[in-house]
Structure formats: structure tokens, C-alpha cells
């Protein structure tokens, strides 16, 4: 694609046959499509695969103009589809194993797709190796004869480091793995997947392409080689979803890179304001030099957002208590990519249950923030004050 990515938002998925000559698709629901000759139905019969009406859980013409977007905006041939970000998660990956396979997954990945190696993918007999997000080339010694899969998700879940995808994909390839990616963070715009090894894409797009907080959507792009595949496999697992959803996740990208540009630079801001706080120890912002793989984050990406998290230097529950329950613009909550701003805690033994092989050794509890699109001035404020109410119980529980 040569045009600009800022370019591709806005006209991707727009072509006439998806918009009737309106500027937005409409939205057509549709279980049942009727055709009206033996002719006519087996031609959809035979496309049924490849955007063409035939029923309503292979898509209608919201989803097709949806599907066509993504794949314009991210690179790749195809993108399915998926109720939610970790239904896109278990259908790429249950996709493409089998009963005696092995799979290396992030140790920093988000918590449901742990679980899902755990429970599922153990009870079929597929095997699961976790791997330091920041192994790099180590990565070799982990790899078997049945190992199928590379999942990989950078910056990884609350703790955010940044993977070196180019050198992790590079030796999967070596072996003949699917390099999967959880790009929910990148949000397809800001790391290019295919043009750093990765073979299928999954976003929670209830993130930042939906980005109101308030529709629940996966997608998983992939190039050529795995879409055959990706979309039969996921067909026959039932994935669908509503044509509402699909609509809102297209309307969603027509202002994701101004949100994400506002998101980046509220949150840099106010990271750069934490990294001074005598109460924090260091700040976990992949755009600063002390969150680890910062160097992989100013190589491979375009852009950054705003969700990231912050380690103090103590732990004393009660002061976190403190801090969180008197906030006026941040919300706890989980999620992320609204317009809103949204703040949770994390002590450092809650981490430690979470991980296997990369077990962060923090002084205190870790918070991750989710910067919105609110003024950054009164958002500094809050955590100012917020601050300050920590620092008082601190200073009594001493
Ligand atoms: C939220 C999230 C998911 C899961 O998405 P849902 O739509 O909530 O199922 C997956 N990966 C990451 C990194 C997420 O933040």
C-alpha cells in the first residue's frame, strides 16, 4: 500500500458495493439470504468463501465492507471475524493445532489466553511452553520437532515489554511455525505485522478500533498462507458476529489515528510527570528508556497509546485503597481504549502467581493507567491528589 495509513482509515472498506452510494455500509442483518434460481444459489454456493452472500454466518455486505477495512488497514489477505478479542485468540490457535503439539506462548501474555493453554489446549493435549518476553534469540532452545506456534503480544499484558518480534519470527520460520501476534496494543496502525515476520494478526478490537467502550469484537488478519485455514476452521467453531458489531468496529477506524495520537501524547505526558514522583520507582511507558525493549519499540512501531503502568516504591494496601477510591476522572475497570480514563492495581505477589518464567521483582505495587481523551492537565491533577492520599496513609502506617 502506498498510500498513507492515515489515508487507508478513512476510505478502507468504503467501495460502492458495500456503501449503496452512501458514505457509511449499511447495515444489513441477514440470517437467510434467498436466491431466486438453481443458478444463481450455486454461484454463492461457490463463493461462499470469498464476500459473497450465502448465509448469514459466513457475513453480509457490513461485514465484507469490515473485513476487507481491516485487512486494507493491518496488511494480510483476510481477516476473520470473532465475538471478542480472545475468541479471535482460542480460533487462530485452535485453528492450527493438533493432539500432541507444542506451543511457546508469551509469559507476559494477557491473563485468558493462559488460562485457555491451561485448561483447553492442556485437556486436548497440546502442550504449552512459556518464554521470557524478552528471550530473543534463546528462544532456539525451546523450540521441538512438534512445536507449532510462536504467540507472541508486545508490549505484553500490565507489565508491558516490548518483544523483539523481527529476531523471534525469524528463528520460528526457521522451523516452520505460525508466528502469531497479539496486536491489540499496536491496534493494527501503529506495528505493522506482516512487515515484521508475524503471520496472523488477532486484535481484541474492543479496544482501540471500537474505542467507545461498548462493543465487544476480535478480528485476526493473516497473509495468504493461513487463510484458507484460519476461516474454515474458524467457520466450523460457529464464529460469527452481529453486523451492528462489524458496523461499529468499521466506524471506529475513521478516527483511530487521531484518538491514538491524542491517547500518545496525554499518556507520554503524564509518564514523563510520574517518572519525577518521589513516591514511584519507574514507569513502564514503552515510548521511555525504562520500560524494557523500549530499543525494539523506537525500531518497530509507529506510534503509542494510552495504556501503560507505573511501579511505586512501597506496597501498603490501604494507601492504594487510598489512592484509587478518591479519584474523580479515572475509573477502575477493566478494558481499555475508550475515550475514558481508567486506573487499576496490581501487588507484586499477584504478578508472581500470574508468571512462570519471567517473575518481575518490583518494590511495590504496580499501576497501570489508561489515559483518555479528557483534558491531560486535570488528569495530572487527580493523580496528583491521588498521590498525595497514598503518601498520607503511608506516612501513618509507618
Ligand atoms: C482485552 C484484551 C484481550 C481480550 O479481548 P476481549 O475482547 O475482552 O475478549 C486480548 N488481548 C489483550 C492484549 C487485551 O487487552
Known sequence: MSENKKTT???AGRNKEWTHGSVNPPVQRASTIVFDTVAEKHRAMVNRADKTLFYGRRGTTTHFAFQDAMTQVEGGVGCALYPCGTAAITNAILSFVQAGDHILMVDTCYEPTRDFCEVI???MGVETTYYDPLIGEDIRSLIRPETKILFTESPGSVTMEVQDIPTLAAIAHEHDMIVMLDNT???????????HGVDISVQAATKYIVGHSDVMLGTAVT???YWDQLREQSYLMGQCISPDDAYLGLRGLRTLDVRLKQHAESSLTIAKWLAEHPLVDHVRHPALESCPGHEFFKRDFKGGNGLFSFVLKSSCPRATTALLDGMTHFSMGYSWGGFESLILANEPKSFNALRTVSNPDFPGTLIRLHIGLEDVNDLIADLELGLKRYQEILAEEK
Do not use: Q, R, T
Open 121 to 123: 489446549l492442556k485437556k
Open 9 to 11: 482509515l478513512i476510505h
Open 223 to 225: 497473509h495468504e498462507k
Open 185 to 195: 496494543w499496536g491496534a493494527g496502525v501503529n506495528f505493522s505485522p506482516f512487515d
